[in-house]
Antibody
Framework: QVQLQESGPGLVKPSETLSLTCIVS????????WSWIRQSPGKGLEWIGY???????NYNPSLKSRVTISVDTSKLQFSLKLSSVTAADTAVYYC???????????????WGQGTLVTVSS | QSVLTQPPSASGTPGQRVTISCSGS????????INWYQQLPGTAPRVVIY???QRPLGVPDRFSGSKSGTSASLAISGLQSEDEADYYC???????????FGGGTRLTV
């Protein structure tokens, strides 16, 4: 079965770029919405964006100007870059595989275990 | 302020049936399917209901989902202590062109 595992620095300085990678194991990287979702401490879930296997991307409008998601099919991994971070970007970041339903992204399954990224000097 | 509205808390005793509501609009629940996620303390969310009322393999049939118009609900029957978790609804929003989540409901058993 497919498993996802996030990796990356747990501490990022304000104004710098947050970079995370999600390794996909046990399955294909084709035909899915490879997604990132975050959860600020004690808060709810926020969708960040995805890259679909054709290479198309879609980002949360509130983060669009700072987000880049890419997929490396040869390495079976996908990545998140979030630039110009502030303390408000402190959160647990989850990678997830999005399943298509009709014309759009349906549900996320599975999810990675999540990684806490703290923005602080 | 979340696009989808859920009650912040719900509670029940073992064996009871509890429902969690999720309210949206024509641009999300009204035009697309709803999905429900369970987040146990300290763990990642997992899908318990997808496409309004489908259960993934491994999710007990005590969990069921329904949708009507711009609202949806998750029902858990025969409540067990291990059901104590945060539950989130989510759907695609055609206006925002992205996934929107509810604020989450903390279920206490």
């Amino acid at each position: 079965q497919v498993q996802l595992q996030e990796s990356g620095p747990g501490l990022v300085k304000p104004s710098e770029t947050l970079s995370l990678t999600c390794i996909v194991s046990g399955g294909s990287i084709s035909s899915y919405y490879w997604s990132w979702i975050r959860q600020s401490p004690g808060k709810g879930l926020e969708w960040i964006g995805y890259m679909y296997d054709s290479g198309s991307t879609n980002y949360n409008p509130s983060l669009k100007s700072r987000v880049t998601i890419s997929v490396d099919t040869s390495k079976l991994q996908f990545s998140l870059k979030l630039s110009s971070v502030t303390a408000a970007d402190t959160a647990v970041y989850y990678c997830a595989r999005g399943r298509r339903f009709g014309e759009f992204l349906g549900w996320f399954d599975p999810w990675g275990q999540g990684t806490l990224v703290t923005v602080s000097s | 302020q979340s696009v989808l509205t859920q009650p912040p808390s719900a509670s029940g005793t073992p064996g009871q049936r509890v429902t969690i509501s999720c309210s949206g609009s024509r641009s999300n629940i009204g035009s697309n399917t709803i999905n429900w996620y369970q987040q146990l303390p300290g763990t990642a969310p997992r899908v318990v209901i997808y496409s309004n009322n489908q259960r993934p393999l491994g999710v007990p049939d005590r969990f069921s989902g329904s949708k009507s118009g711009t609202s949806a609900s998750l029902a858990i029957s025969g409540l067990q202590s291990e059901d104590e978790a945060d539950y989130y609804c989510a759907a695609w929003d055609v206006t925002l062109n992205g996934v929107v989540f509810g604020g989450g409901t903390r279920l206490t058993v």
